[in-house]
């Protein structure tokens, strides 16, 4: 399967173009409209987000709420455009000053502003920042929702959390199932399952916001019911975990990302490490813990996937840093545009997209796909397979 987005953030609407998805699938906009909506929510979200009521329109690709196989077309329309018609339509201004109202010429550390400027000759960085903007994951929340669909169906389920804000560390993280632990996200302002620390993280985000600063913290996702050996160890880019790293370091404003016990493996004996191997008749082969993350070798262990995911603050400050003007070379404060203060719940839910993303795709690539039906029955096939190993 393959995706592209388009859209600007103020511009008229974002567009993903789907295309691989095996034909027989159950898809409505209400299932991909579930996950518009949980990314616009959390606690430390601008105003932006009260403008807009993400919904998806599907055009293409879906019949009767079944996939064709055809490409499948979503929209999401941008309703804040309605203010910047003048400054984001795509037909040359008809009052040529409004283009220059909103011209941005001071570049903002830590944003993409000053590098995708110098790269594509910008003299305005509004024309960098519109795409760079984070708006465009709502389009990739949109497109992780048909990988989840196909998910669903071989009974493989993603869900997230957000484990630390600004500081604050979430301590109890014991969910007895992936369906408490989505419960209970749900209910938080911040996507914390522990209640002492997410309010906690919701006086950090106060805090930064009193400062007209921002904070950033780690999300993580976790994945059950993947069969084993999904991915390879063959070669470099058929590799699982690799591919995945690179979908949550593609997410805006993400540094880093690991697996299982991740960095702490650094300073772990390997006994302490590594996941001893267990058999019974039933079961097949498993293992006596996850400290890998669901990964050796580039492929599924069949334990659930858990990967983590670092956001840096968001680079928009209210309380700008210094910078220089393109135009004039003067230092200035860096460009003031309206941001939230935190977004890392809304990035948990960007994560687990496209992460059931990449998982969606190696496993279409991996089985027989043409039809919803014939996939269910190949992924079946492969873990009576691994059970009777
Ligand atoms: C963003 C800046 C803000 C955020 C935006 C990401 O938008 P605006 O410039 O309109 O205030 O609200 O996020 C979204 C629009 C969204 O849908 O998540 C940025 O600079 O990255």
Redesign the pocket.
Known sequence: MRYLTAGE??GPQLTAIVEGVPSGLSLTADNINQDLARR?KGYG?????QI?KDTVEITSGVRHGKTLASPIALIIKND?FKHWTGIMGTEEPVDGNQEIKRKVTKPRPGHADLNGAIKYHHRDMRNV?ERS???E??ARVAVGAVAKKILAELDIHVASHVTEIGGVTAEQTNYTSLKELQEKTEQSPVRCFDEVAGAKMMKAIDYAKENGDSIGGIVEVIVEGVPAGLGSYVHYDRKLDAKIAAAIVSI?AFKGVEFGIGFDAAHEFGSNVHDEITWSEKQGFSRKSNRAGGFEGGMTTGMPIVVRGVMKP?P?LYKPLESIDIETKELYKASI????SC?VP?AAVVAEAVVAWEIASSIVEEFHSDHIEALRADVERCRQQARDF
Do not use: F, V, Y
């Open positions: 953030s103020h616009q979200r601008g105003r932006r987000m807009e804040d920042l903007s984070a708006r994951t709502a805006n968001i928009t545009e309206r941001s939230d977004a809304a």
